[in-house]
């Protein structure tokens, strides 16, 4: 099914104007990764997540937007999933190879049962703090000094409730700090612990748009960008490093004020996620059963 329709001079606005959006980040990055200097915020949204800085700067419609076609057609709409007709180019969902709806089936479960679940704001950011324990994996340490001592930064570990149901984050814990956590996600049990709450499973909404392009466009990727980028500006803020010299104050989660503010941001976040979510949800749904819409 397709629902909408652009012209050229509409589609071909919004791809220009995509890839000057996205082109404000992917540059300077570029020149930071040649002059081997790091950003210890905004890195991360290049490094940890592997989508290429290219595919981050196309524009795509994502699945059920129609084309208008023009002579000559950019080489990223004759791919593999495009279909073109004598006027027209769109997403054939028809393209879709049995590893393609695999992995679609996979994160649209993933992204269905996080939606159905309450939200849980109890975790106060304490997985940064789990992941420098005892002094066995502090990832800036060249770069960032810790907020505190390590024996300090040890202490407000061990006197914490930590409560991480993200595998991703959990699988970097300190070893040392693995029993402190009331949960043990695994890889293999990640679909029963992702919750909407959580700031990784938020941030991650960029990872799963990322991995159904093209399907799911470029614009509601770029919006979950945007939103992993708040939500890692939070996470380090409320992490153990000294940000100050790149702009951001910390929030003092080791204090009661400092835990209030934490979660007052983390639920923005969550509500700016849920809508994210949700057409990330519809659309994969769409492109999985498209007899049915």
């Not at 220009?16 to 930071?32: G, I, L, M, S, Y």
């Not at 009331?182 to 990322?210: I, V």
Request: with cysteine.
């Amino acid at each position: 099914m397709h629902d909408s329709y652009l012209t050229a001079v509409d589609w071909l606005t919004r791809a220009d104007r995509h890839q000057q959006t996205a082109r404000h980040w992917t540059v300077p990055f570029r020149e930071r990764r040649a002059s081997r200097q790091k950003h210890p915020v905004y890195d991360f949204l290049f490094t940890y997540y592997p989508f290429s800085l290219g595919r981050l700067e196309q524009w795509h419609p994502g699945y059920g937007i129609t084309l208008e076609k023009v002579d000559p057609l950019p080489e990223v709409y004759q791919g593999k999933h495009y279909t073109t007709g004598r006027d027209a180019v769109m997403l054939d969902a028809t393209t879709l190879t049995e590893k393609n709806r695999h992995r679609i089936t996979w994160i649209h479960n993933l992204l269905a049962l996080t939606q159905s679940r309450t939200a849980n704001f109890s975790c106060f950011g304490m997985h940064e703090w789990a992941m420098v324990y005892s002094g066995a994996d502090i990832r800036h340490r060249e770069s960032i000094p810790l907020r505190f001592s390590q024996d300090e930064t040890d202490h407000i570990v061990e006197s914490q409730a930590i409560a991480c149901s993200h595998f991703d984050a959990f699988r970097f814990f300190a070893p040392a700090a693995l029993p402190f956590n009331k949960l043990q996600p695994t890889l293999e049990s990640r679909q029963d612990f992702e919750q909407p709450g959580c700031l990784h499973a938020n941030m991650d909404l960029y990872k799963w748009a990322s991995k159904c392009m093209p399907w799911v466009g470029s614009d509601l990727l770029w919006q979950c960008f945007q939103l992993a980028l708040a939500a890692r500006e939070l996470d380090m803020q409320a992490s153990p490093y000294d940000l100050t010299d790149y702009g951001y104050r910390p929030i003092k989660i080791e204090t009661a004020d400092g835990r209030s503010e934490y979660e007052q941001q983390q639920r923005g976040i969550n509500a700016q996620a849920k809508p994210l979510r949700q057409k990330l949800i519809d659309t994969l749904a769409r492109c999985l059963h498209p007899s049915r819409t």
